[in-house]
């Protein structure tokens, strides 16, 4: 039983930054955004895929500038552009500033990532397999 638990992994997305390592135990997650141009907020939706993670939507105010060309429009009517567009990623790196104000949501809860690291730092986000040990007692978002 013993070596059950220490070989049992379990599935988390690792938010790495500064050598600093934490974990998200939720399946999916929204991260926004304060535009650094249309000073407008963005949203982008993820969820585990497996070992990947999976965009399924973004919300913008505006056409602009790093606006995905091959999504599907949604309806909508909140004053966002809803777009679906189901890409999925091994790794994001995002770089996170008070200015942009960079929020995850997720669970109910919101976490400012642009707290948790110096302005202009950095994030590696990724799916990991974890020990449950560290399930248990590891940083948590």
Do not use: C
Request: charged share 25%; glycine share 8%.
């Amino acid at each position: 039983m013993l070596l059950f638990f220490l070989l049992i992994k379990l599935p988390v997305i690792a938010f790495e930054t500064g050598g600093e390592r934490f974990y998200l135990k939720e399946e999916a997650f929204e991260l926004s955004w304060i535009h650094s141009v249309e000073k407008e907020e963005w949203r982008e939706y993820y969820e585990r895929n497996g070992q990947t993670l999976l965009l399924t939507e973004t919300h913008f105010k505006t056409f602009g500038a790093g606006v995905p060309s091959d999504g599907t429009i949604l309806p909508s009517d909140d004053g966002f552009v809803h777009m679906q567009i189901d890409r999925e990623f091994e790794e994001l790196n995002l770089t996170v500033s008070e200015n942009a104000q960079t929020v995850i949501r997720t669970g109910g809860r919101e976490i400012p990532l642009h707290a948790l690291a110096d302005d202009y730092e950095t994030f590696q986000i990724s799916v990991d397999y974890i020990h449950l040990w560290n399930y248990v007692g590891g940083k948590t978002l």
